[in-house]
């Protein structure tokens, strides 16, 4: 079959099972639709899954723009589909499983939400041990879709997982760790000071805490009322209309804000249609994790809304996805600048909040870097069990409270999505740099950087953020600007 018809029905193809796929997602998510049912999308799409399109792709010629992100669609699609079951067995375990707390029944997915809200730390710890408890019992279960992902890998003639998502996902894995080892050792002794303070601060010693502690500390309640539901819509209208954007004029962009009781309690975008039919869903509470969340996935919406239709759908709707991330780390952002909260929220001394928001930073790109270092190791063993103390090891040396063993598997996304976020976050803060240069520290309410970023969005994700970087005056990516943010 000649290349160009291939790439033009599996382009079409992709963006017809995207379409279908987002849509049941928004449904459920939005609570409009009581069940998710996948697997139909999958069975009416079967033939975009198989090894038989994975080698039709290998045998066109891979000139054509499309061919990275469509070959990523599929390999990803087939590695999906080979691991569909235990992945729907593990989703139902997690959703059944319960422990008893306080006389009553706690859903495994429900724990995470009342350790953070803890404030005794004996019970948050007991809390955080009837988590591990249940993890460890599913564990067996990750470890064989994990060992059916690896040969999968394998079969498809990559030396591992690793080579497979470097190759795939256009990711060079060692190189993005390289300068991330480097920042996580040279930055120990700060992070290890403001830990020690924040620490202090809720009255846990370092040699006590665990990550239950910390998931504790960042839900800060202290901080919710500076953040009110009824400011949440109209402190992003105006934000957006600073940058010249009428978020209720956007053809393409529907506001979800109906109260329903299944909607989910966190804000999302839902790209069904790019960039015609994008979902911006919320579910307005208050408190920062709400305005966190839905500047967050307006960065989406907006990056989508302002994707040239012309584009084919490898380049509006696939890609790097790093670069819709980063676009949506810069609106999230926003809550870290004093002069933001002051314009938007009328706070006129938010210096504590904003110092907190900085270390939380800090910890979460250090996070993710060690588990980059974590992923790529268990990615290139043989036995995935054997990684759990490795995993434990890392994560409690790099982010100074303990990490149990047991999560070695839960805290793994698949494909390295962790990379996309660090690459996001290294853009992020390079994009905000050439933002401020250009239109000054303010540049938030400056139509100019509006019509800047509108241009930077009508690319979709054609084009990977080292690529952006360029297109913004870099000479490629680079983390220096994200690490000299932290180091402050
Ligand atoms: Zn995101």
Same mark, same amino acid.
Request: negative net charge; contains cysteine; glycine residues 6%.
């Given at each position: 079959?000649?290349?160009?018809?291939?790439?033009?029905?599996?382009?079409?193809?992709?963006?017809?099972?995207?379409?279908?796929?987002?849509?049941?997602?928004?449904?459920?998510?939005?609570?409009?639709?009581?069940?998710?049912?996948?697997?139909?999308?999958?069975?009416?799409?079967?033939?975009?899954?198989? /090894?038989?399109?994975?080698?039709?792709?290998?045998?066109? *010629?891979?000139?054509?723009?499309?061919?990275?992100?469509?070959?990523?669609?599929?390999?990803?699609?087939?590695?999906?589909?080979?691991?569909?079951?235990?992945?729907?067995?593990?989703?139902?375990?997690?959703?059944?499983?319960?422990?008893?707390?306080?006389? /009553?029944?706690?859903?495994?997915?429900?724990?995470?939400?009342?350790?953070?809200?803890?404030?005794?730390?004996?019970?948050?710890?007991?809390?955080?041990?009837?988590?591990?408890?249940?993890?460890?019992?599913?564990?067996?279960?990750?470890?064989?879709?994990?060992?059916?992902?690896?040969?999968?890998?394998?079969?498809?003639?990559?030396?591992?997982?690793?080579?497979?998502?470097?190759? %795939?996902?256009?990711?060079?894995?060692?190189?993005?760790?390289?300068?991330?080892?480097?920042?996580?050792?040279?930055?120990?002794?700060?992070?290890?000071?403001?830990?020690?303070?924040?620490?202090?601060?809720?009255?846990?010693? *370092?040699?006590?805490?665990?990550?239950?502690?910390?998931?504790?500390?960042?839900?800060?309640?202290?901080?919710?009322?500076?953040?009110?539901?009824?400011?949440?819509? *109209?402190?992003?209208?105006?934000?957006?209309?600073?940058?010249?954007?009428?978020?209720?004029?956007?053809?393409? %962009?529907?506001?979800?804000?109906?109260?329903?009781?299944?909607?989910?309690?966190?804000?999302?975008?839902?790209?069904?249609?790019? *960039?015609?039919?994008?979902?911006? %869903?919320?579910?307005?509470?208050?408190?920062?994790?709400?305005?966190?969340?839905?500047?967050?996935?307006?960065?989406?919406?907006?990056?989508?809304?302002?994707?040239?239709?012309?584009?084919?759908?490898?380049?509006?709707?696939?890609?790097?996805?790093?670069?819709?991330?980063?676009?949506?780390?810069?609106?999230?952002?926003?809550?870290?600048?004093?002069?933001?909260?002051?314009?938007?929220?009328?706070?006129?001394?938010?210096?504590?909040?904003?110092?907190?928001?900085?270390?939380?930073?800090?910890?979460?790109?250090?996070?993710?870097?060690?588990?980059?270092?974590?992923?790529?190791?268990?990615?290139?063993?043989?036995?995935?069990?054997?990684?759990?103390?490795?995993?434990?090891?890392?994560?409690?040396? +790099?982010?100074?409270?303990? +990490?149990?063993?047991?999560?070695?598997?839960?805290?793994?996304?698949?494909?390295?999505?962790?990379?996309?976020?660090?690459?996001?976050?290294?853009?992020?803060?390079?994009?905000?740099?050439?933002?401020?240069?250009?239109?000054? /520290?303010?540049?938030?309410?400056?139509?100019?950087?509006?019509?800047?970023?509108?241009?930077?969005?009508?690319?979709?994700?054609?084009?990977?953020?080292?690529?952006?970087?360029?297109?913004?005056?870099?000479?490629?990516?680079?983390?220096?600007?994200?690490?000299?943010?932290?180091?402050?």
């Amino acid at each position: 079959m000649p290349a160009k018809p291939l790439l033009d029905r599996l382009d079409a193809e992709a963006e017809a099972f995207s379409r279908d796929l987002t849509r049941e997602y928004y449904l459920n998510g939005a609570g409009l639709k009581e069940d998710l049912s996948i697997v139909p999308i999958f069975e009416r799409h079967t033939r975009l899954f198989t /090894k038989k399109m994975i080698a039709a792709l290998d045998a066109a *010629p891979h000139d054509d723009e499309r061919w990275p992100p469509l070959r990523a669609f599929v390999v990803e699609g087939y590695l999906e589909n080979a691991a569909k079951s235990l992945s729907e067995t593990i989703a139902a375990r997690e959703t059944s499983d319960a422990a008893t707390w306080d006389g /009553k029944e706690a859903p495994y997915r429900a724990l995470p939400v009342l350790i953070a809200n803890e404030a005794d730390a004996d019970r948050r710890h007991a809390i955080d041990g009837l988590r591990i408890e249940m993890t460890a019992a599913q564990n067996p279960l990750r470890e064989e879709r994990w060992d059916a992902l690896h040969a999968e890998a394998r079969a498809l003639g990559y030396a591992d997982y690793v080579a497979l998502c470097g190759d %795939v996902g256009r990711l060079a894995l060692d190189d993005l760790a390289a300068p991330l080892e480097a920042f996580l050792w040279d930055g120990e002794a700060t992070y290890r000071s403001r830990l020690r303070r924040y620490l202090g601060d809720i009255g846990v010693a *370092p040699a006590a805490a665990d990550r239950s502690d910390l998931a504790y500390l960042f839900r800060s309640p202290q901080f919710d009322s500076r953040f009110p539901p009824e400011r949440l819509l *109209p402190s992003l209208r105006e934000t957006l209309a600073a940058l010249d954007i009428d978020l209720d004029q956007q053809a393409g %962009v529907r506001l979800d804000v109906e109260a329903r009781p299944q909607k989910s309690p966190r804000a999302f975008c839902a790209a069904i249609v790019v *960039p015609s039919e994008i979902m911006l %869903v919320i579910n307005p509470h208050g408190g920062q994790d709400d305005y966190a969340a839905l500047f967050h996935e307006a960065g989406h919406t907006e990056h989508f809304a302002h994707a040239d239709p012309s584009l084919p759908f490898a380049a509006r709707g696939l890609g790097d996805n790093s670069v819709t991330e980063a676009f949506a780390f810069a609106m999230e952002h926003l809550m870290y600048d004093a002069d933001w909260l002051r314009q938007r929220l009328d706070w006129r001394d938010a210096a504590d909040f904003v110092a907190f928001k900085r270390f939380y930073k800090l910890f979460i790109v250090r996070r993710y870097a060690a588990k980059l270092l974590y992923e790529l190791e268990l990615h290139r063993s043989d036995d995935p069990r054997s990684k759990s103390k490795r995993y434990a090891d890392l994560l409690t040396t +790099f982010l100074g409270v303990r +990490f149990n063993p047991a999560d070695h598997l839960f805290d793994v996304d698949d494909g390295f999505y962790c990379a996309r976020y660090l690459r996001a976050w290294a853009f992020e803060a390079q994009l905000r740099r050439h933002l401020e240069t250009d239109f000054g /520290k303010q540049w938030f309410l400056s139509a100019e950087a509006g019509a800047r970023l509108k241009r930077l969005w009508s690319m979709g994700q054609r084009r990977p953020v080292e690529e952006l970087a360029r297109e913004t005056g870099y000479a490629g990516l680079d983390f220096g600007p994200l690490f000299d943010e932290l180091r402050t």
